[in-house]
């Protein structure tokens, strides 16, 4: 079976300091990756995907960026945190490629800005 | 522009009755819809999904109905459970496949569900 895990849990920085969240996959090859954030009181809105190695789209212009250096590693960064990228990330991954596609999603990050 | 659209912002329900969460949406291009169940500090859980050539699909206690005349979708939990209390989102999607790259999905903000003893 497939596992995605996430870390660290949670996270607290000072505004200004750099950010490293780390998503890997287990049990499946190739999968689409996802990095989404919740902000208090709303949704899930989508940051960025990739459908394969070193191939990021981004969907929100920010300070955060994404890379996938393997198959089933995705990770988020950020040079320098501003206070409203506090939240809770999630990454999530799906098999990709069919009209039924599901994204399964990871246990999150909490990242509070100070 | 709000996509996918979840009205309710919380539902209160006594267990064992019904619980329905609605769902609205504009595009006419999402072509396949699906609710996540999420408890707080965790990631979203997949419930429950149906394709826009259907008009309900039915999993154990969970319903999901699709009208696409009215862009509606809903979500019926019979009998309800205190397990049951949780932020459940309702998501959609277009498909495309144009370059490798497929539509992505669509969230509503949630509607909590808080079921009582």
């Known amino acids: 079976s497939q596992t995605i895990h996430q870390w660290p849990a949670t996270l607290v920085q000072p505004v200004g300091s750099p950010l490293s969240l780390e998503c890997t996959v287990e049990g499946t090859s190739n999968p689409n990756l996802y990095w989404y954030r919740q902000a208090a009181g709303r949704g899930l809105q989508l940051l960025f995907y990739?459908?394969?190695?070193?191939?990021i789209s981004s969907e929100v212009p920010q300070n955060l960026s994404a890379s996938r250096p393997q198959d089933r590693q995705f990770i988020l960064s950020s040079k320098k945190l501003l206070l409203s990228d506090s939240g809770f990330y999630l990454c999530?991954?799906?098999?990709?490629?069919?009209?039924?596609?599901?994204?399964?999603f990871g246990p999150g990050t909490r990242l509070t800005v100070l | 522009d709000q996509q996918v659209k979840q009205n309710s912002p919380s539902l209160s329900v006594q267990e064992g009755r019904i619980s329905i969460l609605n769902c609205d949406y504009t595009n006419s291009m999402f072509d396949y819809f699906l609710w996540y169940k999420k408890y707080p500090a965790e990631g979203p859980t997949f419930l429950i999904s149906?394709?826009?050539?259907?008009d309900k699909n039915e999993d154990g206690r969970f319903t999901v109905f699709l009208n696409k005349s009215a862009k509606h979708l809903s979500l019926h939990i019979v009998p309800s459970q205190p397990g049951d209390s949780a932020v459940y989102f309702c998501?959609?999607?277009?498909?495309?496949?144009?370059?490798?790259?497929?539509?992505?999905?669509?969230f509503g903000k949630g509607t909590k569900l808080s079921v009582k003893p």
């Open positions: 998501a959609a999607r277009a498909y495309m496949n144009y370059g490798g790259s497929q539509g992505n999905l669509i």
């Open positions: 149906i394709s826009s050539i259907k």
């Open positions: 990739s459908v394969g190695i070193g191939q």
């Open positions: 999530a991954w799906s098999r990709g490629g069919g009209r039924t596609d599901t994204q399964y």
